[in-house]
């Protein structure tokens, strides 16, 4: 397939720091050889090769917990009906809070931002919002094999924070965050590593074990939920090579993220309950465009028909979405990619009724010293945020916000709205938010 966007490259970081969305470049290029070096070495000696034995499935020695939450009833829709009918069309992301983590530990604040709180929440739904991601990393929570139990904190933290969230009247997503981040080759910060997964049949064994007991968890204990509540399974899993790559050790990948997605719904199915025909969120290899449309990306077999929500990101171009070393937007070619990247979701999956969602996307605020230079950065911001989400809304996409809460100082600006008060940071980010939702409603 040929590829339309930049490829990030291998030498970006994922996770670990405390600016994420960071993506920083490696301190050499002699650091990224040599983990390509032991790379080449560990799959000699483990033989890549594509995991083909089932996990067993096996029964917690006690039983998994639920939340005290009134049954709710659902109303059988099917997602793409649900998604119309509920007039989703824009969302926003709670980054940098549950999914932060500092010493293999998912956290809440050490990544700088305030606890979650309703104020945030109500702000977000009164700016036009309409579903918010919540990003969580259960990491350092998980107890040892065989059950793999996950605190009754980390849960009853996660739960209040989905339910201040549906206090405001949005739609939620939770997720396995930065339990499957890799820093780089060879370097994971996560235990959800598809890379071991995808290399040694004993790696992709216990991976597996643990990852359906996470999600019979989180399943178990949200199980009374109603349809408002999606589980998406994993975020943007990958060896440290963002996506890019050929060969078997890619195929193997990419077959291992089929596998995972199977495993997420079917563990998800059978913890019963609202469960049994909740909406389920499902990527491909990093969540990337081409992984996401190509043959091999495979949704799973499901209980239910019409259940599942197709997800990507977008950032592209990445010097002008991420790294912000390109303050300039809006030429007939910057347009006519967006269109092409976004064409095709249409007649392969919403013409199929099968809803998309962009999971994560949006551009830095990018600071100048030089103030026509500012001038322009900020312009071309509102530009490509208005295309971006009018092109979504063009071809059936619902395009979600990723705010991780930086507006100032170091770190990639994506804040928009003050995490105490809901309000927006400033005009400028005011401006941005008015311009995404008036480009989809």
Not at 369 to 394: G, I, M, N, P, Q
């Amino acid at each position: 397939m040929k590829k339309k966007f930049l490829p990030r490259s291998y030498t970006e970081l994922h996770g670990g720091i405390k600016n994420y969305r960071s993506k920083t470049p490696c301190n050499s290029v002699i650091s990224v050889v040599n983990s390509y070096i032991l790379l080449g070495i560990f799959l000699l000696i483990n033989c890549a090769c594509t995991p083909k034995t089932a996990v067993p499935e096996k029964s917690p020695v006690t039983p998994d917990l639920v939340r005290e939450y009134p049954l709710e009833q659902t109303g059988g829709k099917t997602a793409f009906d649900y998604f119309r009918d509920e007039k989703i069309m824009v969302g926003w992301n709670l980054g940098n809070t549950l999914d932060s983590h500092s010493g293999g530990r998912g956290g809440e604040t050490v990544w700088g931002n305030p606890s979650a709180n309703q104020a945030i929440m109500n702000g977000v739904k009164a700016a036009g919002f309409d579903i918010i991601r919540i990003p969580v990393t259960w990491m350092g929570h998980i107890g040892p094999a065989p059950d793999y139990k996950i605190s009754e904190v980390r849960l009853r933290r996660a739960a209040e924070v989905v339910e201040m969230a549906h206090n405001a009247g949005l739609k939620v997503i939770i997720n396995l965050h930065h339990d499957g981040a890799t820093e780089a080759p060879m370097k994971e910060a996560g235990w959800l590593s598809v890379s071991k997964a995808a290399i040694v049949q004993k790696e992709y064994e216990s991976i597996t074990g643990r990852f359906v007991r996470v999600w019979e968890q989180i399943a178990a204990y949200f199980k009374n939920y109603g349809d408002w509540l999606m589980f998406e399974s994993f975020n943007e899993l990958h060896d440290g090579n963002w996506g890019e790559g050929s060969g078997q050790f890619m195929q193997s990948q990419i077959e291992v993220i089929n596998k995972w997605n199977q495993a997420f719904i079917d563990a998800v199915r059978r913890t019963g309950g609202n469960n049994e025909t909740r909406f389920v969120v499902i990527p491909g290899l990093c969540t990337k465009i081409q992984h996401t449309l190509a043959d091999y990306f495979i949704l799973p077999k499901d209980s239910v028909p019409g259940r599942q929500i197709v997800t990507f990101h977008y950032y592209d171009p990445y010097e002008f979405g991420i790294n912000g070393t390109r303050f300039q937007w809006g030429s007939d070619a910057d347009k006519n990619r967006v269109a092409a990247d976004f064409a095709p979701f249409k007649p392969k999956f919403i013409d199929n009724r099968i809803p998309v969602i962009i999971g994560e996307c949006g551009a830095v605020r990018q600071v100048y010293e030089d103030k026509a230079k500012e001038d322009t950065a900020r312009k071309s911001r509102l530009d490509y945020t208005a295309w971006v989400f009018s092109k979504a809304k063009e071809n059936g996409l619902v395009p979600l916000y990723w705010d991780n809460g930086i507006y100032s100082g170091n770190g990639e600006k994506y804040g928009l709205f003050r995490r105490s008060s809901g309000e927006p940071v400033s005009d400028e980010a005011a401006a941005i938010v008015k311009t995404m939702i008036n480009a989809v409603k």
